[in-house]
């Protein structure tokens, strides 16, 4: 079954591109690419027809798809499109995010042929799942799109294509609610605009580098990875002590991907 390769995804530390476009690699030679991180990438929507297969990677922000992609992805529609799902967390738990994924691509014209979970270094440090993904789950990755490649070339029509099932629960877990946070700017920074360029949420001013709009910023920290003078830091207790906790329970656990085929 000969489809158009896509590549739609959101990627503020660039862990969900490596994945997808590694799932990719083992799919096919060549794709098209819809890298929805900054928020221009973001205005207008996007129409897929029955003969794309689309690939799409998100991060997992507490257990879900984050809130503002869900929103996007208002705009992103299918019709009888296959699709891969692929959650991308930092080394605690993906919870109900895969799921959440699923449902709502499904709920809009594609067709879930295969998902996965893979792990990335945790944006609050580098002390979980460090320097993840790493060459053994980039490996698994281009091989799991190898075992996509198969499948395809195996179905003969859609009708004899098995409903996918991933872990996750329904009702989705609860979004929890988070005081206005915002990274922290100190004196080493040069003021090189680096952090706003690659601001997802167009939340840091580009007159004023340490102006951040607390209800646009949602600590994705790719201000705090992208700065080169380590000028950018979150200092908040509530972070403060969200962090440690991670540090404490998942900086030595080595969680592996999984698939759903």
Do not use: W
Request: glycine share 6%; net charge positive; aromatic share 8%.
């Amino acid at each position: 079954m000969n489809k158009q390769l896509s590549v739609l995804y959101f990627s503020a530390t660039n862990g969900t591109a490596k994945i997808v476009k590694s799932v990719a690699d083992g799919v096919a030679d060549s794709y098209r690419e819809y890298n929805i991180t900054l928020p221009g990438n973001r205005e207008q929507g996007i129409t897929f027809d029955s003969n794309d297969l689309v690939i799409v990677g998100v991060p997992v922000y507490a257990g879900r798809v984050p809130k503002f992609l869900i929103d996007f992805f208002e705009n992103v529609k299918g019709n009888n499109t296959l699709a891969v799902f692929i959650a991308v967390y930092g080394n605690r738990n993906y919870d109900d995010a895969l799921i959440e994924l699923k449902d709502v691509f499904e709920s809009k014209g594609f067709i879930g042929i295969s998902a996965g979970a893979f792990i990335a270094e945790h944006s609050n440090t580098s002390k979980v799942g460090t320097n993840r993904p790493d060459s053994k789950d980039l490996d698994k990755a281009r091989k799991f799109g190898a075992d996509i490649k198969n499948k395809l070339e195996n179905l003969n029509n859609l009708s004899s294509l098995s409903k996918i099932t991933v872990k996750g629960n329904i009702p989705y877990k609860e979004r929890m609610p988070a005081p206005p946070i915002v990274p922290d700017t100190n004196d080493a920074c040069t003021e090189c605009g680096i952090c706003a360029k690659h601001c997802p949420m167009g939340a840091i001013s580009f007159t004023n580098f340490k102006d951040i709009e607390p209800a646009k910023c949602v600590r994705c920290c790719s201000c705090i990875k992208k700065c080169p003078e380590n000028a950018k830091s979150i200092n908040h207790q509530m972070f403060i002590k969200i962090t440690n906790g991670l540090i404490d329970n998942f900086s030595t656990v080595r969680n592996e991907p999984e698939f759903f085929i």
